[in-house]
């Protein structure tokens, strides 16, 4: 991050003093800002002149000492507290008394730093995010002792350097951080539970959620050792919710030494420390394995029921794919035209009681041999229904969203190979990238995603930040493409809320329980988009 920052100041015309604790880290840091400000030539966002002067703007020293002149210092060193306060106190009595000293922390408090200075009217928190170069945020974080005076001049610093600053008060992981880790944390834990696994749980947030980076490729950017610190920290002081209290894995994988992309090896393995190019390793799934075809029944015949938009485009994908298909409404009476289908999908909008009537149903129509897809969860209690639970799979279909396509294939306790294979060729066929997983709540997306989102709401609830800032931050601060709050008006409320509730009860985990400010708007029938009003009015 220091590294990252440095160049920020620099590409503003500012003269920088870049310090590390030795010659040797200090070598590491010039090669990362050297590394940088190429790529940044080499894909044209940086001319090679301007280049230069950016570089020739910096001036490196190992020590505090070479600080002694400067108006304002940011520190980037470890994320832990005592390492920082003693810092502090050294720069305190080596940096000018109106210096401003600010901390890049991403979850101690800014406070507790403060006052470890004689000047703690002078120290605020100015959190950058990774990479510091392209991302547009910066968390100023004001104390109940910084002077107004000061905060003034760190945004006014903020929009010199072409940063958008948001400014919170000193909160364990202030906003964007607080709401991204709780969700970095559940799917660590997913991982360690043999849920799903790196790849499938990184193209689900890509594909399926849209976001730029998947969980474990960003933890590997972070750092696991700073991510495992910002967890325990937030865990601490954040009311020990468990959803921030470090996975047990997070922590053997920092003690062996699998830090990330900086050790070159983190959950996934680079081709050399600090490259940011996966290579292939004992994990890496065999692409020949995954593709094999043996064994798939051959699907021609479609069978899809249902009647909304969402059934009758997919009966148009399918078409379009090369497949006969047979559309019937979720009648009893209307499925007869079904008996020779090879694989059945049941599209049927909202939340019909009769489900399991249907399912079993069609286990009746359907020839002996059909496979047959619900889109409904859990998919074991519809399985049950139909007395033939091995031909019944789940499938919930995605969005699409610019990264891609996206299908999540539910295997319950008794799915056969024989019908998620069938269902997997479906897939391909229709152009959507695929994982499979087990029948839990929320699957892989949703469980990751309304996890996050609740705890959004949850920070609103506080009044620790408006819905624009916090939709801000997620957006420029990760570069989601969407805030939790847009995104709650889009997906409705009383969705979320349905999947907030399933989670919780499937996983008696307190942090999952629904914010009680969402259950409230549901009441109130604010849904969001669809109703004209939810968090924000339409
Ligand atoms: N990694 C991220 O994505 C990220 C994002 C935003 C903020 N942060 C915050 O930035 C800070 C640094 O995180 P990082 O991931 O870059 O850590 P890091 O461990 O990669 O880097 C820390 C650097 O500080 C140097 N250092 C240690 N003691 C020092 C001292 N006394 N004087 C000068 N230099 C010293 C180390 O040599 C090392 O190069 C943390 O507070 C972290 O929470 C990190």
């Known amino acids: 991050m220091g590294a990252g920052i440095v160049e920020v100041f620099a590409r503003s015309g500012v003269d920088v003093v870049a310090v590390e604790i030795s010659d040797a880290a200090l070598d590491l840091g010039r090669v990362n800002l050297d590394r940088s400000t190429d790529r940044a030539v080499a894909k044209g966002r940086l001319d090679p002149a301007d280049r230069d002067a950016l570089l020739g703007r910096v001036h490196f020293a190992v020590g505090l000492d070479a600080l002694h002149a400067v108006d304002l210092v940011v520190e980037a060193v470890p994320e832990r507290l005592e390492v920082k306060r003693q810092l502090f106190a050294e720069l305190d009595r080596i940096c000018r008394p109106e210096a401003i000293l600010a901390t890049n922390t991403s979850s101690l408090s800014v406070t507790e730093i403060a006052v470890a200075t004689g000047r703690p009217d002078r120290v605020v928190g100015v959190h950058f995010f990774n990479p510091a170069p392209v991302m547009k945020l910066v ?12 905060v003034a001049d760190v945004e006014g610093l903020c929009a010199r350097l072409g940063k958008v600053g948001v400014t919170v008060a000193d909160r ?27 790849e499938d749980v990184d193209l689900a ?27 325990d920290t937030m865990y601490r002081r954040g009311g020990r919710n468990r959803r921030h209290a470090p996975v047990p894995l997070l922590r053997q994988m920092v003690t062996a030494g699998l ?15 600090g490259s940011p190019a996966v290579v292939a390793d004992d994990a890496t799934p065999n692409p020949v394995a995954g593709s094999a075809t043996d064994g798939v029944p051959p699907v021609t015949r479609i069978g899809i029921v249902g009647s909304d938009a969402r059934a009758t485009g997919l009966a148009t994908a399918c078409t379009e794919a090369g497949h006969e298909v047979v559309t019937v409404a979720a009648e009893p009476t209307a499925l007869t035209p079904l008996a020779d289908v090879d694989l059945v999908i049941e599209a049927v909008a909202g939340e019909p009681s009769d489900r399991a009537a249907l399912l079993a149903a069609l286990a009746e129509v359907c020839k002996p041999e059909a496979v047959l897809v619900t889109t409904a969860t859990p998919v074991i209690d519809l399985a049950m229904a139909t007395g033939r639970p091995a031909d019944v799979v789940g499938l919930a279909l995605h969005e699409p969203t610019r990264a891609g396509a996206f299908a999540e294939i539910v295997r319950t306790v008794h799915s056969s190979a024989r019908a998620v294979a069938a269902v997997r060729a479906l897939c391909a066929a229709l152009g959507r990238s695929v994982v499979v997983c087990g029948d839990r709540a929320g699957l892989v997306v949703d469980a990751l995603l309304v996890g996050y989102l609740n705890d959004a709401v949850r920070m609103l609830e506080a009044n620790y930040a408006s819905v624009d800032d916090i939709d801000h931050a997620m957006k420029l601060g990760c570069g989601y493409p969407t805030g939790p709050f847009e995104l709650l008006d889009t997906i409705g409320l009383d969705v979320a ?16 329980a629904p914010a009680p400010l969402l259950e409230h708007l549901v009441i109130a029938g604010h849904l969001g988009r669809r109703t004209g009003r939810g968090f924000r009015e339409h």
């Open 139 to 150: 968390e100023v974080i004001r104390t109940v002792v910084t002077s107004a005076e000061v």
């Open 172 to 198: 364990a992981g202030f906003i964007a951080n607080a709401l991204l880790f709780g969700y970095l944390n559940q799917a660590v834990a997913m991982l360690e539970a043999g849920y799903a696994t790196r």
């Open 205 to 231: 947030m890509r594909l399926g959620a849209g976001l730029p980076m998947g969980p474990f490729a960003l933890l590997d950017l972070i750092g696991l050792d700073t991510a495992y610190q910002i967890l």
């Open 259 to 273: 830090l990330g992309r900086k050790t070159g090896r983190g959950f996934y393995t680079y081709e050399r420390p």
């Open 497 to 512: 809320l349905t999947v907030a509730r399933e989670l919780h009860r499937e996983q008696r985990e307190p942090g999952l």
